[in-house]
T-cell receptor, first 117, second 113 residues
Framework: GAVVSQHPSRVICKSGTSVKIECRSL??????MFWYRQFPKQSLMLMAT?????????EQGVEKDKFLINHASLTLSTLTVTSAHPEDSSFYIC?????????????FGSGTRLTVV | KNQVEQSPQSLIILEGKNCTLQ??????????LRWYKQDTGRGPVSLTI?????NTKSNGRYTATLDADTKQSSLHITASQLSDSASYIC????????????FGGGTRLMVKP
């Protein structure tokens, strides 16, 4: 089945630094990738949608200059949290959709736990 | 407004027992409904996906039902196991909306020995 690999699984960084999270589709071409944020005991909140080769579309209230998304290839999208602050600590999850993925689509990565200290 | 409501918010059952989780939605136009299992600290994993014409779909001990007329779905777990402890998320896809997903708040299930 379709597999989406997300790295790192957890990261701790100092306040003010930047962190990059990678999301890779391993056995299909991800024409669209989604980035979500999830706070404890809450459901996933869509942050942005990215199509390969295009600028990402951000949801209302999500700062595009803080959460930089790059989807330069059909198998890789990255989310960079710039100048991270403790309030950015959260669980970040990507999902991908693309041809050859099989029925259903929307395969999720395993998530990244970001802790900003 | 396009919404997905799940109940209960949390549930505790004994190992071996059955349980049913509910999902009501107002998302329109409807494309499909998915149930995901999310273990703590992990990404969601798909259990079932149903389109408008499908009433029931099974995946092992998981059986999902869909009533598109009343806009209700349920996920039935049979003979629960400790490993079933997780959050179960109902997700509805809107048609003609760029495949936009609307997430329910999830049901946190704990199976105790």
């Amino acid at each position: 089945g379709a597999v989406v690999s997300q790295h790192p699984s957890r990261v701790i960084c100092k306040s003010g630094t930047s962190v990059k999270i990678e999301c890779r589709s391993l056995d299909f071409q991800a024409t669209t990738m989604f980035w979500y944020r999830q706070f404890p005991k809450q459901s996933l909140m869509l942050m942005a949608t990215s199509n390969e080769g295009s600028k990402a579309t951000y949801e209302q209230g999500v700062e595009k200059d803080k959460f930089l998304i790059n989807h330069a290839s059909l198998t890789l999208s990255t989310l960079t949290v710039t100048s991270a602050h403790p309030e950015d600590s959260s669980f970040y999850i990507c999902s991908a959709v693309g041809p050859g993925q099989g029925t259903g689509g929307y395969t999720f990565g395993s998530g990244t736990r970001l802790t900003v200290v | 407004k396009n919404q997905v409501e799940q109940s209960p918010q949390s549930l505790i059952i004994l190992e071996g027992k059955n349980c049913t989780l509910q999902c009501n939605y107002t998302v329109s136009p409807f494309s499909n409904l998915r149930w995901y299992k999310q273990d703590t600290g992990r990404g969601p994993v798909s259990l079932t996906i149903m389109t408008f014409s499908e009433n029931t779909k099974s995946n092992g001990r998981y059986t999902a039902t869909l009533d598109a007329d009343t806009k209700q779905s349920s996920l039935h777990i049979t003979a629960s196991q400790l490993s079933d402890s997780a959050s179960y998320i109902c997700v509805v896809t809107r048609n003609n909306a760029g495949n936009m997903l609307t997430f329910g708040g999830g049901t946190r299930l704990m199976v105790k020995p």
